[in-house]
Each structure stands twice: as structure tokens, then as C-alpha cells.
């Protein structure tokens, strides 16, 4: 499949695809894209980036540039942000994501990989990575250890939240429905603690023992029962899916002073300085790196959420 938009001067081949008769067809993946790769050209215009750069790109292609958000660089909150996959560049052309040969990239809206950090383990931290750090971030959890933090949810997300944590300095409770996740939650990642949420005894030896919590589970649930796991002035930080279902308890009593609040990746800065402290600590996702023909068969693994914690697609590699 050749894609090409009027603007464009590249032609660019691109292999999504999910079809159950193996036919390769354009493919909407619903999920994000981040993509890492070398810089092959340069426009004449670019300082910050030379040919063989590595470089990442995010969830973010273009914005307006215009609005305060953007001026202050905080690009992740203006109105007219566009992602990286279906969304519109300046152009008025349709960004097609990552699975192409190549990708044609502002500049704003390229960070470099340090050297120390793979190109393939990085690749995720480009959503999943600034996802979780934002949040640490805005709550001035990176210089201030000794906090206690629940991550609910031990998935792409929550692994990297425990690696943040604890790299960090804070004391890391796991809250989970799924018991099994207890050994990879303390003796492979390093959590200090670990809790089924479905078991009120387990949740009530915590009650009001949390400063902050991360919510990384994107299908429904209840957050009553998490909340009650905050100390007074906690905050629970829901975090991943945009359109996370939310069932909030029916007496907002409950809160307190306790606050919740939602955050969705981050700016294009934060995101290059999510990166720099990755490469400090030696942080990165966790990743089984697939070829370009196993797509669908790593697509049926993920609606199954069979994959420990991200797939990432080796477009270079031969299939
Ligand atoms: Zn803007």
C-alpha cells in the first residue's frame, strides 16, 4: 500500500494491517503511536536536530502554536492539537502514524533519545512514559522521596509508573484485582507493598495511608473504594484512556479534602526531560518487539492484553 497526501512530497509505505483473511489493508488502530527512528533529512529551517539524530516522536503531531498553552509550552492542553495518527497537519494533510518506512515530522514536536536508552524500550516511554511522569511531575514527586504512592493497575502503564516511584524515592503499594501480579509487582519491579482491590480486607489495612495515587486502569471501576486509601489532602490522579469511564461515589462527602483530577500525556518539553531522567535512572518500558508480519498476531495478543507491557513493531527489520 502506497499512502500519499497532495502536500507531501514523500511517498510512504505503510504495512497496518488487521484483516482476518491476512490481506495487508489500512488499519485504525485505536490506540496511541510513538515512534523512534534516525533522522534521515533535515528541512532548512531545523537548528536543534542534525541527519542521524535519534529521535522520538509522540502522540503529538502539530498544535496552533497560537494559543497561551502553546506559547507557554504546554502544547498538550491547546484546543487544536492534533495527534500524531488521523489527526490533521498544518498542512491540512492526515497523519498516518508510525508504521511507515519513514515519518515527516515537525521539529516541535521531535525529542532526542538520549544515547543510553534503546531505541526500542524508548519508543513507548513517548506515551506511556510521559503519561505517568506528568503526574509525578505536577505533584513534585521527583525531588521530594519518601512519599507513599498507590499505582492501581499493573499494565503499560502502572510498570512504568513503579520504575518512576521508585526511582524517585517513594514507597510503592501496588493495587490490583489480580493476585498473580504480586510477584512481578515486588520481586521484578520493586513495589514495596501489593493489595487486591477486590479485598476489603487487604484495602481497609490501608485506609488513609496514601499521599497520591495514580489510576492507570482504563475500564470501568469504581474509585470509592481507592479514594478511601488516600490520607486527608491525597490526590488521586486518573490517568490513560481519555474517555475513562469514571464511577465516582455517590456522596461527595466522601472526598474530603482529598482531590481528583485527570491528566492525558504531556508537552512536548516535558516530554524530552521525561526522556533525560529515563536515561538518568535507567528506566524503560518493558517491550516484546514484534516484525512487521507478526502485527496481527501481536493485535489479537493485545486485545487479550497478552503482552508484558508494550508491543513495539520493528519497521527496519526484515519480516
Ligand atoms: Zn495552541
Known amino acids: 500500500m502506497a499512502q500519499t497526501t497532495p502536500n507531501h512530497t514523500q511517498t510512504v509505505s505503510g504495512w497496518a494491517a488487521h484483516d482476518s ?26 537548528s536543534k536536530f542534525k541527519i542521524g539524530d535519534r529521535v522520538g516522536v509522540g502522540c503529538l503531531a502539530a498544535s496552533c502554536l497560537k494559543c497561551d498553552f502553546c506559547k507557554q509550552e504546554e502544547e498538550n492542553y491547546c484546543d487544536e492539537i492534533q495527534l500524531t495518527y488521523n ?12 508504521y511507515s518506512k519513514m515519518l515527516v515530522a515537525d521539529h516541535r514536536f521531535v525529542v532526542k533519545v538520549p544515547d543510553s536508552l534503546p531505541m526500542d524500550a524508548a519508543a513507548p516511554l513517548l506515551c506511556a512514559g510521559i503519561t505517568v511522569y506528568s503526574p509525578f511531575k ?35 503499594t501496588v493495587i490490583s484485582t489480580s493476585p498473580s501480579k504480586e510477584k512481578e509487582a515486588k520481586e521484578r519491579l520493586g513495589a514495596d507493598d501489593f493489595i487486591i482491590s477486590t479485598d476489603p480486607e487487604q484495602m481497609k489495612s490501608k485506609f488513609r495511608t496514601l499521599d497520591f495515587i495514580l489510576d492507570t486502569v482504563s475500564a470501568h471501576h469504581s474509585l470509592g473504594p481507592t479514594l478511601e486509601l488516600l490520607k486527608k ?38 516530554t524530552q526531560e521525561m526522556l533525560d531522567v529515563c536515561a538518568k535512572h535507567n528506566i524503560r518500558c518493558d517491550i516484546e518487539v514484534v516484525k512487521t508480519d507478526q502485527i496481527n498476531e501481536a493485535l489479537d495478543r493485545l486485545a487479550r492484553n497478552d503482552v508484558k507491557y508494550r508491543f513495539v513493531i520493528d519497521i527496519a527489520g526484515k519480516p
Open 21 to 46: 483473511s491476512g490481506t495487508i489493508t489500512p488499519y485504525v488502530f485505536k490506540r496511541r503511536h510513538e515512534i523512534t527512528g534516525l533522522i534521515t533529512k533535515v528541512g532548512s529551517d531545523v
Open 138 to 172: 505536577d505533584h513534585n514527586l521527583l525531588e521530594s522521596p519518601g512519599k507513599r504512592i498507590g499505582i492501581v493497575g499493573l499494565g503499560g502503564l502502572g510498570h512504568v509508573a513503579i520504575k518512576f516511584g521508585k526511582a524517585f524515592g517513594h514507597h510503592v
Open 233 to 270: 489532602k491525597g490526590t488521586l490522579m486518573l490517568v490513560g484512556a481519555p474517555d475513562k469511564p469514571l464511577d465516582l461515589p455517590a456522596f461527595p462527602m466522601i472526598f474530603g479534602k482529598r482531590s481528583v483530577k485527570g491528566s492525558m500525556t504531556g508537552s512536548m518539553k516535558e
Open 87 to 98: 489527526g490533521i497537519f498544518w498542512d491540512g494533510s492526515i497523519t498516518y502514524g508510525g
